[in-house]
């Protein structure tokens, strides 16, 4: 499986960090860009691209993750909208979280205000920024990575209620 997580200068990594680690668990994870090779994330951290946008062709994508952050930064809106509708139509998962649901909701055309972690046609995953946990969980069950609910309940009991079942 092969996920790409688009950032763009001023994102908050924290949003997306879980969902990464969640679906390297299955693939590869890419960092891509509308041009930047480093991104500055909000923590003071910087990230070095995988891609470019323009890179990327629908068919290399299984999950396609857009960050929230400071949207103003994203040097070609209608290029990333066209990557969010093309993949939901080639029956991708795409997520996006804070800003970047906003992102996702109007490529697709769905409600762009979530005050909580939605799904849209087990595909489309929308989630306020303060919900990463949800969100990661949620992109999981979107994307298959688990290997059956109780799986899936041990990742929400460790992750989410901070259990450990070892």
């Known amino acids: 499986m092969k996920t790409y997580i688009f950032l763009y200068q001023e994102i908050s990594l924290f949003e997306v960090d879980l969902v990464a680690y969640f679906l390297k668990t299955k693939g590869d994870v890419y960092i891509v860009t509308d041009g930047d090779e480093v991104i500055h994330t909000n923590e003071g951290i910087r990230v070095l691209a995988d891609k470019k946008l323009e890179e990327v062709t629908v068919d290399d ?6 960050c929230g952050g400071n949207i103003e930064n994203i040097k070609d809106m209608q ?8 993949c939901k139509t080639s029956g991708k998962v795409v997520g996006g979280i804070c800003a970047g649901s906003r992102i996702v909701a109007e490529a697709l055309g769905v409600d762009t205000e979530v005050d909580r972690t939605v799904v849209y046609d087990n595909q489309v995953v929308l989630s306020p920024g303060n919900e990463y946990v949800d969100f990661a969980l949620m992109m999981g069950k979107a994307a298959d990575i688990y290997e059956d609910e ?14 450990y079942l070892g």
């Open 79 to 86: 290029a990333i909208q066209k990557v969010v509708k093309d």
């Open 61 to 66: 994508v299984d999950v396609l993750v857009i």
């Open 150 to 163: 109780a799986d899936y309940e041990e990742t929400v009991q460790y992750f989410k209620q901070f259990h």
